[in-house]
């Protein structure tokens, strides 16, 4: 699965639009490379996201199509 839409179907992201321009400006990193947003996520990946000042970073457990919101968390661990 692309990492855009691994990031909008986890919630991570709102939407897989910002999630592509996000990649596109490299704010977006997998295991310590930036990667572009066809980039194919697999388990146990962890991707950093850079909000401003604010990094995100999560271990991928999961991969699914299609999530409920209830279960979005299941997808990822975050790490510190």
């Not at 321009?21 to 991707?47: F, L, P, T």
């Not at 000042?53 to 699914?64: D, E, S, T």
Request: aromatic share 4%.
């Amino acid at each position: 699965m692309r990492i855009d839409k691994f990031l909008k179907v986890s919630r991570l992201v709102k939407r897989r639009t910002v999630a592509k321009e996000m990649a596109d400006q490299g704010r977006i990193k997998v295991n310590g490379r930036v990667v572009k947003s066809s980039y194919d996520v697999k388990i146990d990946d962890i991707i950093e996201i850079g909000y401003g000042a604010r990094v995100i970073k999560a271990k991928v457990l999961n991969i699914r199509e299609t999530t409920k919101k209830a279960e979005a968390s299941e997808l990822y661990e975050l790490v510190d």
